[in-house]
Nanobody, 128 residues
Framework: QAQLMESGGGLVQPGGSLRLSCAAS????????IGWFRQAPGAEREAVYC????????YHTHSVKGRFTISRDNAKNTVYLQMKSLEPEDTAVYYC?????????????????????WGQGTQVTVSS
């Protein structure tokens, strides 16, 4: 069964760091773009960062610029979201999603359309 599993969330003080992992099972990530999304209490889900099959990455939420980075390790079938200088406004459930990326089509990292696979989410709480 194809699944995505997020991990690495937790409680961290403002200014702290966390690294989230998105691990795939039942399929390989090397042909998928991976997006990270988050949903804060009472808010709509928002796109955060995306990495394509070629390693191209782009953030969607301007507030994470310079603080978050995304990377992928296809050998480990895992994508990471490194978060530093965390702020209370980063508190949310973080989800990863995978969308197959076709060579001749628009990258999901540009369309932000993710339908193939979603994880269950991991809670990130930034609080003193």
């Amino acid at each position: 069964q194809a699944q995505l599993m997020e991990s690495g969330g937790g409680l961290v003080q403002p200014g702290g760091s966390l690294r989230l992992s998105c691990a795939a099972s039942g399929f390989t990530l090397d042909t998928y773009a991976i997006g990270w999304f988050r949903q804060a209490p009472g808010a709509e889900r928002e796109a955060v960062y995306c990495i394509s099959t070629s390693g191209f990455s782009i953030y969607h939420t301007h507030s994470v610029k310079g603080r978050f980075t995304i990377s992928r390790d296809n050998a480990k079938n895992t994508v990471y979201l490194q978060m530093k200088s965390l702020e209370p406004e980063d508190t949310a459930v973080y989800y990863c999603a995978a969308e197959r990326e076709d060579a001749g089509g628009v990258s999901p990292c540009l369309s932000w359309s993710f339908k193939d696979h979603w994880g269950q989410g991991t809670q990130v709480t930034v609080s003193s």
